[in-house]
Each structure stands twice: as structure tokens, then as C-alpha cells.
DNA sequence: CGCAGATTTCAGTAAAATCTGAAAGCTTAT
DNA sequence: ATAAGCTTTCAGATTTTACTGAAATCTGCG
């Protein structure tokens, strides 16, 4: 396989992915594409490159920018802006977690909350009450296990969870 | 908050929380109501209940059947077919996970395989290789640590894994 | 200041995803 | 065998989401 087939390929398949975690196409591919360059790309390069237009490429680089994935760069004597994405896969991946950990675990435990002072009066209120106690509880365990696991480096990961996990 | 307001919220929410996660608003919905339900539902019930039509809410149990969330009921006496989901939360995310895994994880690394052929000559082609081996990398780790928990039980995770990872 | 080069915004448009409803397909009881 | 009662399917309609392109805004240099 070429690299431009290879390149063509990944760009399509982290779009595909992205897709299915809520995550645009588009903006998946951009991180694709940036992830792939040795250097940092103007927004020209990037619409060229994915051929998508001026405003869809600038609203997809900020978006990828808020979730810490792709950072500005400046080139000196250039006025455009460029743009590098952070290229460490546990960085990338924790900054995920971080983020959608706040985005929608958080905010969903806060729902959580208020929905469990309904009066347990029936079998049904029961049932209800229930479940979201559970979902409480367990969202709160999945809370305090990405807090250790995004403080955790790399190096922890790869090796000695799997091992203790094993 | 009464029951009912409550329901509302929570069906609300759920079906929220499905789309940033590539699930649809009305699988995740029918998700929803079945896990608050004390008895099995027939299809009419969820219908009425959720206001939609008897095609949405066929191809949304029958995905969520695939996805081994809800089962099946037959009741003595009775021609139609009712829904329960599973309630247990650990093994509903068991169940997200191992499709997921299935759905996802694994292709996805298939592509990273076929990928990592592309021929390191340049700048452009050693960075591209090594974003790909990384993913790789860590799509495996992954992929094995997937595999533990979800044949861990309930238990472990709240409990030992807890401990273990602080 | 004024303007050239660049970015941001957003109304309108296009594309994708989802839903509807009616018809076709099953299943079971008689 | 057939009819009633359910379930499944799917073409077309609807809704939602994403994209375009051009105008507005910003930035900093002469």
C-alpha cells in the first residue's frame, strides 16, 4: 500500500469512527490529517487537503482546539496561523476522557441527582428510583476511576495495569 | 419532583446522553423506559408511551435486542410479544462495551494492520507509520484490558479495582 | 488611519439520519 | 385452509445535522 492510498484510508476510517462516537466527520478528519504531518498546517492546507470549505475547516479546528486535541501554532515572518495536533496517544486519549468525562458524566449525575428525591410510594416509583440510584452509583465509580486514571502517566498504563489488571 | 415529571426527565436525558454517544435519541429512549418499567412492555405500550410510530419502535427494540440490552418476553396466554431491558448496570455496561469493543475496536485495528504496510521513505510516510503503529499499540492494550473487565464481575470493579488503582 | 491578509460568523443550502405508515409477511387457533 | 392478530419491512417524508460561501470582523504593518 502507498502512503497516499494509506493516507486516504485512515483519513476515511478516523472519520468513520468519529462518526460513531458523536463526534463530526469532518472534525475527526482534520484530526486525522494533523496527526499524520510531520509539520504544523495552515487552514489552506487543511481545506485543500480534506476539500471542505473555509468556514467548515475554521469551525472544526477551533472545536478540536477547545477539546485540547490540536493546538496554534505561530510560524515566524507568517501572519497565517498553523496547526499541530497533539500527537501522544495517551494525551489524546485523556484529553477525551477529560472532556467528555465533563461534557456528559458530570452533568448526567447532576440529572441523577435531582431525579432521585421523587417519593418512593408504588412499585413503579420504586423501579424508578431504583435505577437511577444505580446509575448514580455506578457514574460516580466511573467518575472517580478516569479521575486516577487521567492523572496516571503512560507508562502506568501500558504497563502495570495490565499486569495488575491480568 | 413527582414520578411523573421525573419519567419525563429521565427519558429526556437518556435519550440525550444516546446521541453524543452514536445511539439514537429513540433506541436510547425505549432503553430508558424499559429500565424504569416494572413489568415487561409490548410494543403498542412503547409506542403510546413515547409517541412513535409502530416502524421506529420495531427497528429500535429489535437494535437493541441485537445489542443484548433487552430481551424478549413471552407471556402465557398472550400472542404478543413484551420487552424487558436488563437492569443490572454492570452488566448493561458489560454489554456497551464488549459490542463496542466488537463493533469498533477490532475493525478499527484491522485497518491499523493493513495500514502499518505502507513503506517508511520519507518524513511524511515515518510519521504516518508511526501514528498508525502507535494507535496500534494502544488499541491493543485496550482491547486486552476490554477483555478482563468484562469478564470481571460487578463486585471487583466497585470494590478491588477501586482500591487497586488509587 | 487605511488597507491587505487573515479569521470568524452565519443565513441559506445540502446531506444524512431518522421516522412514518401502509403493505407484506408471519403465526397460531380454529 | 384461512383469518385474526402481530411483526417486519421499506419508500418516501420529515427532521436534524453539517457545510458552504460570502460578508463581517479582526490584526498589525506602513
Redesign the interface.
Known amino acids: 500500500?502507498?502512503?497516499d492510498?494509506?493516507?486516504q484510508?485512515?483519513l476515511q476510517?478516523w472519520g468513520a469512527?468519529g462518526?460513531?462516537?458523536?463526534i463530526n466527520r469532518t472534525m475527526a478528519q482534520i484530526h486525522a490529517l494533523l496527526?499524520?504531518?510531520?509539520e504544523a498546517l495552515s487552514a489552506d492546507e487543511i481545506m485543500d487537503e480534506l476539500m471542505i470549505s473555509r468556514g467548515n475547516a475554521n469551525m472544526n479546528i477551533r472545536a478540536l482546539i477547545d477539546w485540547g486535541l490540536v493546538y496554534k501554532e505561530l510560524k515566524a515572518g507568517e501572519r497565517k496561523e498553523f496547526f499541530v495536533a497533539e500527537?501522544d496517544?495517551?494525551e489524546v486519549?485523556k484529553c477525551i476522557i477529560t472532556e467528555r468525562k465533563k461534557?456528559?458524566l458530570e452533568p448526567?449525575l447532576k440529572?441523577m441527582d435531582?431525579?432521585s428525591?421523587?417519593?418512593e410510594?408504588d412499585?413503579?416509583?420504586?423501579?424508578?428510583v431504583k435505577?437511577?440510584r444505580?446509575?448514580k452509583?455506578?457514574g460516580s465509580?466511573a467518575d472517580?476511576?478516569l479521575d486516577?486514571?487521567t492523572k496516571s502517566d503512560s507508562n502506568w498504563?501500558?504497563g502495570t495495569?495490565?499486569k495488575?489488571?491480568?
Not at 19 to 22: E, P, Q, V
Open positions: 500500500m502507498t502512503l492510498e494509506g493516507k484510508k485512515f476510517s469512527l462518526s460513531s462516537w458523536g496527526l499524520i504531518s510531520p500527537k496517544m495517551w486519549v461534557r456528559e448526567m440529572i435531582e431525579l428525591s421523587v417519593p410510594t412499585e413503579r416509583s420504586e423501579a424508578f435505577v437511577i444505580d446509575i452509583l455506578f465509580k472517580s476511576t486516577t486514571l498504563f501500558v495495569f495490565m495488575m489488571i491480568r
